[in-house]
């Protein structure tokens, strides 16, 4: 995502494990660090302002990682 955006390339990706142990430098705008895969997606997300969200319609999402974040041409 990062690359990307220094490329202004568009990106897709679906945010799926946080591994908060191997980031701790990870912190939410309010200061929280980065532990569930919702601030996971929030941090992601609020790291750039042209990044897009979106929901993909799956049938179980309970328990599966359904946000996409992506940049658009």
Do not use: W
């Amino acid at each position: 995502m990062d690359l990307a955006m220094v490329l202004s390339v568009p990106f897709c990706i679906v945010p799926c494990c946080v591994f908060p142990g191997e980031f701790p430098e990870r912190r939410n705008r309010d200061g929280t660090r980065v532990r569930t895969h919702q601030q996971f997606v929030e941090y992601l997300s609020c790291k750039y302002d042209r990044i897009h969200r979106a929901d993909l319609n799956f049938p179980f999402t309970e328990t599966s990682k359904n946000r996409v974040l992506y940049t658009l041409p």
